[in-house]
């Protein structure tokens, strides 16, 4: 027992110091945002601001756009998340539970894109939403990414619909209801746990892709949060406003933790049955 | 195949589109052409040149919005020429996007898609073939004529106002596609007010500059601050070494062709490079070092020195101590072969895309930015070096005047006219050198083979 | 009746999720592979056949080369690091029972900042002169161990996979946390009252068990570690001396920055094909230490 008691404050010990140094790493951030641009050069890292001063906060907004940043990083992974899911799911749908000829080949194609990388795709993809229109747009930003996330939802929501009994969709055709409307009244909410941790996955992939919103935005009024910040970083480099983009990450931070802190449970077990299913 | 079809549908719809579109474009642009050819307003204001030096626009009325492009976000100059010009022509609207460095990428995919800035920095060089395509894919707007139209603020012609030694940079095959901003040229800067108190005396000769490293290192200074993480940045001792010992020319000839070991000139300038890193004349954890951190230790006194280009005050502007004072002598001479004098640089230079539907509000900024009160702003506030005749260097950073005097400025840069996976792997060479892994022979035996294997 | 009818949804259901995939996939992907053998190696498309040339200039690319190594390096430095630290949080969170809640919220807390948040932060942390980390360690008398851990050949690969660690640690350890949950704890009892140490119950229970978890796991850190890009160019952009570039940086350095992107396209083919093979064979060869129960 004493080993047990001995293990459990150890583990305590553990967490604590982990926790400790992310806290600290954020508050760091919030103190530092606060700092004159020339106190930040002046000032070891480790003391705290003279005063709390906003100002920075107020420049990153209106300056450094990380507002519009951020509206549009969650208008792009809203989006890209909903249609993924509707989409994945009707694929899906067809191909756990009605068997045609070809099922195999469909079924292939759609795995295809799981083990090829986004640089494989990165350079012609330019050219195809030039194409269509939809390039430095977040419209085709969100095909982009529809795309990405298709083969791995398609092979969670595949298996969750395979693993579904019959009897509710024998009962729905009994009562007179049509296939399509058992599809989405009926079956698609019985997947709903594996499309929450298909959405989870999708929010956080869509949350930090950073490589295809580098190459196919270029207008800053339509640029990610994470390629937001980064100009906003080079253009620290080029001016020395190191202190804005302090401010600019801790305002990126607040809503992210605060939806965290509300939705951690769904959170964790969202990460984990999608994972279980992969 | 119903997907094909739909696809098939789908792009012939957009090729409809994007005739139409194509249609109206030339439309607009012949109508340009025909309603304010430039030529003429220029025969006609040219009758009085005095009066077109107000701030009135010369052209008849301006309309539309334009986006133009800046190397450095929220420049007050570029601000206020631009909000000077919305002010005077109601309904137009100067939108700025960042176009340096690390946002290049993008701003090269929205040339691909035809979708490009009005104005944009950097892309086209006279002297350097690789930029070349952007004339002969026809994406620039031709300004020739434009040239003809007067100067603002001078009485001459706006093509006769840029100094002749930038000429060339704007030129290809005799058409002018490029307006110069402002001339930058690499320097080497130092702490005057330390240096004073120390009694070192600004450094002309290579071993001048040694013995003010080792003065500077016995005062427990660093000599010199530098960056480590940006190769092209460090890359600038190497460059002026090879120059100044080997000459320009050879230089060039040898990174294009080889021959780094024929010349013992090369590991001259190599040795003086390793003799530096092994003197520890490298600010302490430049390795680490980003390059605003680097000039920082600078301005901060920190450093006693630094290599760097002449935008280097307007940059550190508002992180320089109010008591700071710049001091510049030309990289110093180490009696090699080259030019022992030459001072290296380029123009700033921005295009106008020929894409551009609304061209002469660009031309607008353009001719404003290059103006002479533009000019003599940038010089009093950014101690910037005009691109135009006729405007004064600022002497408030010491020396600066003379080095441009005294040397031959030379508007080229080795740096610039390399190919990225040329200059990629030069970089890494000088790097190694810098960060003390290899030796001055070693440097030299890679820039052989390097030039040898990207020669074929 | 319902069967039949059920079969008309099989071409509109298939159909969008078909059509993302030929045109935002399929098709860039042959699309991809043609570039790979043309001459399109300036800002504007060209079109000309150059046959396997950009293939053979690959090969004899050292800092191609260099950059495929490093992104082996950096698979290993994650494999060395984050599974053991991985395991280290996981363990004990999956054990206790008060502020479970709150411990999970700071181990989760990266993951969901964005990725340049996480990559500039550690920039900064590991700056020689501003950092937190250098004068952490100055102020503790550690003056031996400061580095600069960014421009230091022997530590830039460790420090920026360190940095990416951190930010997406929350999701391995919670994706171990769901292998532990299936553990049955009267195992461990039972280990206990054989007289079993802690580790011993680790290795001969814990380990075995969660053995499929990991599995998947190392498989997805792979696919991951080969298309490291963000951090890599936020934090690096490959230096010193190449000595952190991967194949992503370097793709994206001579395709996009470059603007050679036949040779960029040619890269990307063969960093499709390695992941294929790898991945592959990394299976086969998992499948064969699985242990069943």
Redesign the interface.
């Given at each position: 027992m004493t080993?047990?008691s001995k293990?459990?404050r150890?583990?305590?010990v553990?967490?604590?110091l982990?926790?400790v140094f992310?806290?600290l790493?954020?508050v760091?951030?919030f103190l530092t945002a606060m700092k004159g641009q020339s106190e930040f050069?002046a000032t070891?890292?480790?003391s705290p601001p003279e005063a709390f001063n906003l100002t920075n906060f107020k420049e990153a907004w209106k300056v450094g756009h990380i507002g519009e940043f951020f509206a549009n990083?969650a208008y792009v992974t809203g989006i890209s998340t909903v249609v993924c899911l509707v989409?994945?799911s009707?694929?899906a749908?067809?191909?756990g539970r009605?068997p045609?000829r070809g099922r195999g080949i469909?079924q292939l194609?759609?795995m295809?894109?799981m083990?090829?990388?986004?640089?494989?795709?990165?350079?012609?993809?330019f050219?195809?939403l030039d194409s269509l229109l939809l390039l430095n747009s977040l419209n085709g930003l969100v095909?982009?990414y529809?795309?990405?996330q298709?083969?791995m939802n398609?092979y969670v929501l595949t298996s969750f619909y395979r693993s579904l009994p019959t009897e509710f969709?024998?009962a729905a055709?009994i009562d007179g209801a049509?296939?399509?409307r058992t599809?989405f009244t009926i079956m698609m909410p019985l997947t709903m746990p594996a499309l929450a941790a298909c959405a989870i996955i999708n929010i956080?992939a869509f949350?930090?892709e950073?490589?295809f919103a580098l190459?196919f935005l270029g207008d800053k009024t339509k640029l990610t949060?994470?390629?937001g910040?980064?100009y906003l970083?080079q253009g620290a480099e080029y001016s020395g406003k190191w202190t804005i983009?302090f401010a600019g990450?801790a305002i990126?931070?607040i809503p992210?933790?605060l939806?965290?802190?509300l939705f951690?449970k769904q959170?964790?077990r969202g990460?984990?049955?999608g994972?279980?299913k992969? | 195949m119903?997907?094909a079809k739909?696809?098939k549908a789908l792009s012939l719809m957009l090729v409809c589109m994007l005739f139409v579109v194509a249609i109206a474009a030339c439309g607009g642009n012949n109508n340009n052409n025909a309603s304010n050819s430039p030529s003429a307003s220029a025969s006609e204001s040219s009758a009085s040149p005095s009066e077109s030096s107000s701030a009135e626009p010369s052209v008849a009325k301006l309309t539309g919005s334009i986006e133009v492009g800046t190397l450095y976000e929220n420049d007050p100059i570029e601000k206020a020429v631009a909000d000077e010009i919305m002010k005077n022509n109601p309904g137009t609207d100067i939108k700025f996007t960042f176009v340096n460095s690390k946002a290049?990428?993008a701003i090269?995919?929205r040339?691909?898609a035809g979708n490009p800035p009005a104005i944009d920095f950097q892309i086209f060089n006279g002297m350097i073939a690789?930029t070349h395509?952007?004339v002969d894919?026809d994406?620039l707007l031709d300004l020739t004529p434009y040239m003809d139209s007067p100067a603002i603020g001078q009485d001459m012609l706006w093509g006769d106002s840029f100094l002749p030694a930038i000429k060339p940079l704007l030129t290809y095959n005799n058409k002018i596609y490029s307006v110069p901003t402002n001339v930058s040229v690499f320097l080497l800067y130092y702490n005057k007010k330390m240096f004073e108190d120390l009694g070192i005396k600004p450094p002309t000769t290579w071993d001048e500059f040694m013995t003010a490293s080792e003065t500077l290192k016995q005062n427990k200074i660093d000599p010199v601050a530098v960056t480590?993480?940006?190769?092209p940045y460090m890359q600038m001792w190497s460059d002026y070494l090879l120059q100044r010992e080997a000459g320009y020319d050879e230089t060039v000839k040898a990174i294009r062709a080889g021959g780094f070991k024929d010349n013992p000139k090369f590991l001259d300038a190599a040795k003086k490079l390793e003799d530096m890193v092994k003197k520890g004349y490298f600010m302490k954890?430049?390795?680490?070092?980003?390059f605003t951190?680097a000039q920082m230790?600078y301005v901060q006194g920190k450093t006693g020195m630094i290599l760097m280009g002449s935008w280097l005050s307007a940059e550190m502007k508002d992180s320089t101590p109010a008591d700071f004072q710049m001091g510049v002598v030309p990289f110093p001479a180490t009696n090699g072969a080259g030019d022992q004098h030459a001072v290296f640089g380029s123009a700033i230079m921005f295009s106008i895309a020929k894409s551009e539907k609304n061209p002469e509000l660009a031309i607008e900024y353009a001719k404003q930015l290059t103006s002479k009160a533009s000019q003599t702003r940038m010089v009093e506030e950014q101690n910037s070096i005009p691109s135009i005749k006729g405007v004064e260097i600022s002497d408030k950073v010491i020396g600066l005047k003379d080095a441009l005097s005294s040397g031959d400025m030379v508007m080229r840069y080795l740096g610039l006219e390399n190919?990225?996976?040329l200059n990629?792997?030069y970089g890494?060479e000088v790097?190694?050198l810098m960060?003390g892994?290899s030796t001055a022979e070693q440097f030299i035996d890679g820039l052989d083979t390097i030039a040898k294997?990207f020669a074929k | 009746?319902?069967q039949s009818?059920?079969?008309?949804?099989?071409?509109p259901?298939?159909?969008?999720?078909?059509?993302?995939?030929?045109?935002?996939?399929?098709?860039?992907?042959i699309?991809?592979i043609g570039?790979s053998f043309s001459n399109w190696n300036?800002?504007?498309?060209t079109n000309g056949y150059v046959g396997w040339a950009n293939y053979s200039r690959l090969w004899?690319?050292p800092?191609f080369l260099q950059a495929v190594r490093n992104t082996f390096l950096f698979f290993g430095t994650m494999l060395v690091l984050m599974f053991p630290i991985m395991f280290?949080?996981a363990?004990?969170?999956h054990?206790?029972k008060r502020?479970k809640?709150?411990?999970?919220?700071?181990?989760?807390?990266?993951?969901?900042?964005?990725?340049?948040?996480a990559a500039?932060?550690w920039k900064?942390?590991?700056?020689?002169?501003?950092?937190?980390i250098n004068?952490?360690l100055e102020?503790l008398g550690l003056e031996s161990i400061t580095r600069?851990?960014?421009?230091?050949?022997s530590t830039v690969l460790v420090a920026v996979s360190v940095a990416s660690i951190w930010h997406g640690i929350g999701?391995w350890v919670?994706?171990l946390?769901?292998g532990l949950?299936r553990i049955s704890p009267d195992l461990h009892e039972a280990a206990?009252i054989d007289g079993a140490t802690?580790w011993q119950s680790f290795w001969k229970i814990t380990f075995p068990l969660v053995w499929d978890?990991l599995k998947?796991l190392i498989i997805?850190a792979f696919?991951g570690a080969?298309?490291t890009?963000?951090f890599i160019?936020?934090m690096?952009?490959g230096?010193?001396?190449?000595n952190s570039e991967v194949?992503?940086s370097y793709?994206?350095?001579?395709?996009?920055?470059?603007?050679?992107?036949a040779?960029?396209?040619a890269?990307?083919?063969v960093?499709?094909v390695s992941?294929?093979v790898f991945?592959f064979v990394g299976n086969r060869l998992m499948k064969r230490d699985s242990i069943e129960y």
């Open positions: 080993g047990k293990g459990m150890l583990a305590y553990y967490l604590s982990y926790s992310n806290l790493v954020f760091w951030i050069f070891s890292p480790w990083s989409v994945s009707m694929a749908y067809i191909l009605i045609f469909v194609v759609f295809l894109g083990m090829v990388p986004p640089f494989m795709i990165v350079i012609p993809l050219s195809v095909l982009v529809v795309t990405i298709i083969p398609v969709e024998e055709a049509s296939p399509l599809f956080l949350w930090n950073f490589l190459v949060l994470p390629i910040l980064f970083n983009l990450m990126s931070c992210v933790l939806l965290l802190a951690q959170f964790s990460i984990s049955q994972a279980i992969l | 119903k997907n739909v696809f290049r990428p090269d995919q040339w691909r690789k395509e952007f894919q994406k480590g993480t940006f190769n954890g430049f390795k680490g070092t980003d951190a230790a190919d990225t996976d990629n792997a890494i790097s190694k960060f892994k294997k | 009746m319902f009818a059920r079969r008309k949804l099989i071409l259901f298939l159909l969008p999720g078909l059509a993302f995939i030929v045109v935002f996939f399929i098709y860039p992907v699309q991809n570039i300036g800002i504007f498309r004899e690319d800092y280290l949080l363990i004990p969170l054990a206790i502020g809640y709150i411990f999970q919220f700071m181990i989760i807390a990266p993951v969901v900042l964005s990725v340049t948040v500039v932060l900064f942390l590991y700056n020689p002169n501003m950092g937190l004068s952490g102020a600069i851990w960014l421009g230091d050949s999701t919670v994706l946390i769901a949950d206990s802690g978890v998947t997805l696919i080969l298309q890009f963000s160019y936020i690096t952009d230096g010193p001396q190449g194949m992503g793709l994206y350095k001579m395709a996009f920055t470059g603007n050679n992107f040779y960029g396209a890269m990307a083919l960093m499709a992941i294929l991945s």
